[in-house]
């Protein structure tokens, strides 16, 4: 199934405004999640910053609190993705009080593409998942992102879907 988010060319959107160096096309696939009746949406967008040195490429974002046995179940069908191009996954783990940060430790011993932040306090104002995605977003090292949930099981190629989607324009 295949939904497309239209968006106005106003600057501002549900999350407030954007800056000006950001440009966004949202492009937004259902994947599975373990129970085949259930779906996530899972959202690809690109943004263009002058700060980036990489633009080649996708980021997979996933924020996660408490998720160390989804992250330990379904992590790796993010990891393993047939993609041919270069993607990074970065895991933006939101105050954790269990074995998350140690299960996405160890997982970056194999896998060098797995990048994660550890978030231990959120600023005034700001609520988790927010947070963690706006922390992932800022040390993208590419300016394709795609996200996904830590509870979502990802078939082989669907980075290699989201970028040709994304390529469609």
């Known amino acids: 199934r295949k939904k497309e988010k239209a ?13 000006s160096a950001l440009s966004t096309v949202h492009l937004s696939l259902s994947t599975f999640n373990s129970h085949p009746d259930s779906y996530r949406d899972s959202t690809l967008h690109t943004h263009h910053r002058p700060d980036h040195q990489n633009p080649e490429g996708i980021s997979v974002l996933i924020a996660a609190k408490n998720e160390a046995e989804n992250l330990r179940k379904f992590l790796p069908s993010v990891l393993n993705q047939a993609y041919k191009g270069d993607f990074e996954v970065i895991v933006a783990l939101d105050r954790c009080t269990d074995a998350s940060e140690s299960i996405v430790a160890e997982l970056q011993t194999r896998h060098p593409h797995l990048k994660s932040i550890v978030i231990d306090n959120l600023p005034d104002g700001w609520t988790g ?16 992102l795609a996200f996904t949930d830590a509870d979502c099981e990802l078939p082989p190629h669907w980075l290699e879907g989201m970028a040709r989607e994304f390529a469609k324009g």
């Open 129 to 144: 998942k927010k947070y963690a995605l706006q922390q992932a977003i800022q040390s993208a090292g590419y300016d394709c």
């Open 7 to 19: 968006h106005s060319q106003n600057p501002r959107n549900e999350f407030g405004p954007q800056p």
